[in-house]
């Protein structure tokens, strides 16, 4: 298994705002072949070094994981409203 996760950094944090980027990321739920396990949140702790919403998500094979990349609804849809709301995202990929 290969583990996925992303952190994003809004560029407006309003409450509004952080619910819209958490909502559009579970809206992969059911929509890419390959994604195994899909979990968004928003951070509770809200400290300087806290991000504002989290992403995990889980593949059986890098190449899983590959074509979700490249999948027209990540691709196409998510990837640029995240790149439209958030001024930092980072990301770890690990075997699990």
Known sequence: MVTHIVFFKLAEQTTEKIAAVRD???????????????EAGIDLVR?????????????????????YQIHPYHAG??????????????AVDYES
């Open 24 to 38: 559009k990321l579970l809206s992969m739920e059911g929509k890419i072949a390959g994604l195994r396990r899909l």
């Open 77 to 90: 849809e998510v990837i640029p409203f995240m790149k439209a709301n958030c001024s930092s995202i980072v």
């Open 47 to 67: 400290s300087e070094r806290s991000y504002d919403v989290a992403l995990v998500t889980t593949f059986d094979s890098m190449a899983d994981l590959q074509a």
